[in-house]
């Protein structure tokens, strides 16, 4: 393996590359270096020759903890803070919507938030029998985001997408989440890769082109994405998600970011009349 980013890692054969998120104490979470790391990575892989087939995966134990929003969100003006969430949301999933390779996820362990809702928009999710799927929005006080309000429900069914998405949390392992729809495949945790990689080369033999899940195109989801980017940044900056923050931090000891989210919640009488 190369790393052309230490926190991802390369590897390419026969013509299937396999990025790998390699940041395990952190989860492989997405921080702004890993995200950055990851969008060159998939930019290269997008325009190498070599690769006919994109796997992605993390270093066990986990697949990918989702969004760092700690190391994210940053002090600001909340209509500028406001803006940014919504065009970094939104960036975020584009880069998986416009990517012209088939993609395979290959979830080795737990995956969180917005690295389950990324993986629903690529061609298929293989899933080790180690793997849950969480997506904690109704927890955290936030909106679904990667296009999950609408294709869900087309891949699990409303009721299984609202236990889901909704106030249950539900966390289907890799068996759940294959017999409801939302995994593609469930392997055995040892056999994840070498399942995974057969896979992309059945997918190069067959000259596989890039498809999107319940028969929905990519500009489908492009307007899916941009109106979810919009309600999940009046999210984050409501009360319920700006005081759950600062307790989660304060908790965990983080001072000076959970300082951050208390000065946006108490003085959010003051400035919410400034969102757009």
């Known amino acids: 393996m190369t790393a052309p980013n230490d926190l991802i890692l390369w590897e390419t054969k026969d013509h299937v590359t396999t990025l790998t998120m390699n940041n395990p104490r952190k989860l492989n979470g997405w921080t702004m270096d890993m995200l950055v790391g990851l969008r060159a990575a998939m930019t290269r892989a997008a325009e190498d020759a070599e690769t006919r087939v994109l796997i992605l995966t993390g270093t066990d134990p986990y697949y990918c903890a989702g969004v760092n929003l700690s190391a994210v969100i940053s002090p600001g003006h909340p209509a500028k803070l406001h803006a940014f969430i919504a065009k970094e949301n939104e960036g975020l999933f584009e880069v998986f919507l416009s990517f012209p390779k088939p993609i395979l996820i290959a979830v080795n362990g737990p995956a969180i938030g917005a690295s389950v809702t990324s993986g629903t928009l690529c061609d298929a999710i293989i899933a080790s029998e180690n793997a849950t799927f969480s997506t904690p929005f109704a927890k955290l006080g936030v909106t679904p985001e990667g296009c999950s309000s609408v294709l869900f429900p087309k891949l699990v069914g409303q009721d299984n997408a609202k236990r889901i998405l909704g106030d249950e949390g539900w966390q289907p392992t890799g068996t759940e989440?294959?017999?409801?729809?939302?995994a593609d495949q469930v392997v055995p945790h040892?056999?994840?890769?070498?399942?995974?990689?057969k896979l992309a080369k059945k997918w190069i033999k067959e000259d596989r082109k890039r498809t999107f899940k319940a028969g929905m195109t990519a500009d489908?989801?492009?307007?899916?994405?941009?109106r979810e980017s919009q309600e999940l940044a009046y999210a984050f900056l409501a009360p319920k998600f700006l005081r759950g923050q600062y307790e989660f931090l304060k908790s965990k000891g983080k001072r000076g970011p959970a300082l951050v989210f208390k000065s946006l919640l108490l003085t959010r009488p003051l400035w919410s009349r400034l969102l757009p």
């Open 190 to 197: 040892e056999k994840l890769m070498d399942e995974a990689h």
């Open 220 to 226: 489908e989801l492009r307007k899916i994405n941009a």
């Open 177 to 182: 989440a294959f017999e409801i729809g939302l």
